[in-house]
């Protein structure tokens, strides 16, 4: 039997989903070790190996086959636009992907003025902007804080993930408009879906029982 790979997103998002595993069946001791600097880790009796990767390459590794099955947020899905099929929606890491800014940037948005929008997901801005709101705007990529962009001036409003919205009203903004709800999903490689369809498939029936 060969191994199957999953990839996950570091941080809390891998341990929800390890969480999640385990109520299936599916664990990894070495994991557990929080001091560790390994970066793979194996379960010999199920022939399962793990890695934990930055959200944003998660889809990389499941579309080029390295990883069969990801574990990352649906913003980053959108976000990366790789080929891979999305499998089940796990329920947690629930947020929503939002265009927010001062109150006063209401009426640009309302009068499709061309304003300059920050975020950290320049393909979902421009999505939205370009071919759902049909309003042209400047989108200028950051890679964090993007709540900091409106308040120094960079820019009139940020398109960014909103989960309690806490920081945004402890730095005078809002939700202006919402783009999509947003939850930790499963995908799974296009080849493996179709190779390891019987072991993949009870995976993905035992994770439904149980959500
Ligand atoms: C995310 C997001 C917001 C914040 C929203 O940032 O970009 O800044 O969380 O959460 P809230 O609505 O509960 O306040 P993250 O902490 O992931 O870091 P980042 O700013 O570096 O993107």
Redesign the pocket.
């Known amino acids: 039997m060969r191994y199957l790979t999953f990839a996950l997103g570091k941080g809390r998002l891998a341990a929800q989903t390890m969480k999640l595993f385990e109520q299936v069946g599916i664990t990894c001791e070495e994991m557990k070790d929080e001091k560790t600097r390994k970066l793979i880790f194996v379960n010999e009796e199920l022939k399962l190996k793990f890695f934990l990767s930055k959200g944003p390459d998660v889809p990389t590794y499941v579309e080029y086959g390295a990883a069969d099955v990801g574990i990352v947020g649906k913003d980053t899905i959108l976000e990366e636009g790789r080929r891979m099929y999305e499998v089940l929606d796990l329920g947690y890491g629930k947020?929503r992907m939002c265009v927010c800014g001062p109150e006063s940037a209401k009426e640009l948005l309302k009068h499709q003025e061309l304003i300059r929008v920050a975020t950290?997901y320049p393909h979902i801005a421009k999505e939205y902007f370009y071919n759902q709101r049909h309003q042209t705007v400047e989108i200028i990529k950051l890679n964090?804080?993007?709540?900091l962009a409106p308040i120094v001036g960079l820019s009139e409003v940020i398109v960014?993930?909103?989960?309690?919205?806490?920081?945004?009203k402890e730095n005078g903004l809002q939700v202006l408009e919402e783009i999509c709800p947003l939850s930790a999903r499963m995908v799974v490689n296009q080849v493996s879906m179709k190779m390891e369809n019987e072991r993949i498939g009870k995976i993905i029936n035992d994770l439904k029982a149980v959500l």
């Open positions: 947020c950290k964090g804080s993007i709540e960014d993930i909103v989960e309690t919205g806490s920081t945004l």
